[in-house]
């Protein structure tokens, strides 16, 4: 007994010693990023001011704004087909297993890398510049986020086929090119349409905000109506926003279960080539509509395409030709935007593990505590955390604090939402375990469930850290502080030559902290 007590005040201190710092730790990123209590606690009267206006919505304003929320789902879902198209294209090539010459991946991840750290609303400012204001430079912006992500997942993807799968192929005498065609993408388009359908909801999310930079969408009058204070208007487009995710992911879901009742194997030879033949000219006619639809979509010019290439292509060459004397408040930017994504991402990640009891399941006191802790965890992800940033401006004023506290309930939104999944999907015997011995739920969740799944928790949080610093240069568009103020400013200042180092730091630190986060993941599983 005196073992078994001794060894429990040794992994108590072990406790304090990690605690401690990490306190210490929290309270200097704090400090850098001004955060104060009493700044908050002034600012509460008018934060619930401005959210009790928003909390009075026009629904007779859905009739105005429709139009341009179809423009946004047009926007979302032809960019998300564009890029989901090109980006299995290139994960193709780029997969280790499936690349046609080695060099290819070698050169092919650390570009699509570098391009993945630009966030889509510093892409649509940047072709916004080039091609000038309209929904063109926001389907572009979308298409390029679209095909990066694509090309991520699928890449990951196929680098787990297994290698017998790609030589039986080859053993018959195929290409490579055959070897893509007949064995490999046939594994990979079930995972196509997964893909697909999560790229929606991502464009879908980022088309609402691109109008911030004049790229459609109903983004340009979301904006317009923060900047009249109509915040009735507001309340209404965020409702309706709501509205329309969760009809896509109901859908999603639904054409999901379509997908995998199509794949139930051919009983004959006659029926396998005659669902051969279905399948090229749904195809064929998906090509032809996709395309007409493209087309009617663009409202550009071939005169201002042209010129817009043109213009775009001199840029590139002047954001070439580094400023390096603006080196030193690029770092400076670059710090900010690192405190702002440190401090959300654990002050959301810490409170997720306390709300997380509370949303689960199985671990909720009573289910109806689970179900509204549930809604309240939609609503957070709802929020987009520029309209929560502007909510803490009337509060605390812009600044890094505003885009920190902003990014802090995003993060306990997402962070509880995932975090409950998988103690959800956490076998019952963890639980028991602990309940057996008079134990009541807090204790098997502090001693059972959360040590179990802790690996867990930590991989979803650096994958929020990453996710962080791509929204702090986003919030900083705003004024909500870090880098992306200042990179807004060299946009419209046109100060390529600045905004060419801007965008190259920035990819320098996203690359390093998501190469960084991999490694702990990895010593993790």
């Known amino acids: 007994m005196k073992i078994y007590k001794s060894s429990i005040r040794r992994k108590r201190k072990r406790q304090l010693y990690y605690l401690i710092p990490a306190m210490v730790l929290w309270g200097f990123i704090s400090w850098q990023i001004n955060f104060s209590l009493i700044r908050l606690w002034r600012g509460i009267p008018h934060m619930f001011n401005l959210i009790g206006r928003m909390l009075q919505p026009d629904f007779s304003y859905i009739l105005q704004v429709l139009p341009r ?6 926007m979302a879902a032809v960019s998300s087909t564009l890029g989901v ?5 290139g994960a193709l090539f780029v997969a280790r297993n499936t690349a046609i010459h080695p060099i290819i991946p070698l050169l092919g991840n650390p570009f699509f890398t570098f391009l ?5 609303l510093i892409w649509a400012a940047i072709l916004v510049s080039i091609f ?3 929904k063109f430079p926001g389907m572009i912006a979308l298409t390029i986020t679209a095909t990066l992500i694509t090309v991520k997942l699928l890449r990951e993807y196929i680098e787990t086929i297994p290698e017998s799968v790609i030589k039986g192929v080859e053993s018959v005498g195929a290409t490579k090119i055959q070897t893509l065609r007949y064995g490999v993408l046939p594994m990979v388009f079930q995972q196509m349409a997964a893909v697909f359908f999560l790229v929606l909801e991502v464009n879908i999310r980022g088309a609402t905000i691109l109008g911030l930079v004049g790229a459609g969408g109903i983004g340009q009058i979301l904006w317009r109506d923060l900047n009249h204070l109509r915040y009735d208007n507001l309340a209404t ?3 309706l926003l709501f509205a329309t995710i969760l009809v896509i992911d109901l859908g999603s879901l639904w054409l999901r279960k379509g997908l995998k009742d199509l794949y139930i194997p051919a009983k004959t030879i006659p029926i396998f080539r005659l669902r051969q033949k279905v399948k090229w000219i749904v195809v064929f006619l998906l090509l032809i509509v996709g395309m007409t639809w493209l087309v009617n979509s663009l409202d550009i010019t071939a005169e201002r395409m042209i010129l817009g290439l043109e213009s775009g292509a001199r840029m590139v060459l002047r954001m070439a030709q580094f400023e390096f004397s603006y080196a030193p408040r690029l770092v400076e930017g670059l710090m900010e935007s690192l405190f702002i994504a440190l401090f959300a991402t654990v002050t959301g990640g810490v409170g997720a593990l306390f709300l997380s009891y509370l949303t689960a399941y199985n671990t909720s006191p009573y289910p109806e505590v689970a179900l509204f802790f549930k809604a309240v965890v939609n609503l957070l992800r709802t929020f987009p955390p520029i309209v929560v940033a502007i909510i803490f401006f009337r509060g605390v004023g812009p600044g890094p604090l505003a885009g920190a506290m902003a990014l802090s309930i995003y993060t306990l939104g997402v962070m509880t939402k995932l975090y409950s999944e998988v103690i959800e999907s956490t076998g019952e015997n963890i639980q028991q375990g602990i309940l057996i011995t008079g134990a009541g739920k807090i204790l098997s969740y502090r001693f059972g469930i959360v040590p179990h799944t802790f690996s867990n928790y930590i991989s979803l ?4 850290f990453e996710s962080n610093m791509r929204n702090s240069t986003i919030l ?3 004024g909500a502080g870090g880098i992306g103020t200042i990179l807004a400013n060299n946009i419209a200042w046109r100060n390529w030559e600045r ?3 801007l965008l190259a730091g920035v990819a320098i630190l996203m690359m390093a902290v998501e190469k960084l986060s991999e490694k702990i993941r990895k010593k993790l599983v």
């Open 476 to 478: 900083g568009v705003i």
């Open 116 to 120: 993945r750290t630009i966030p889509n």
């Open 69 to 74: 929320l179809m423009e946004t789902i047009e």
């Open 499 to 501: 905004v060419g180092l």
């Open 461 to 464: 949080l650096l994958y929020r």
């Open 237 to 239: 487009l965020i409702i």
């Open 132 to 134: 000038s204001v309209g």
């Open 85 to 89: 198209i090109l980006g299995s294209l």
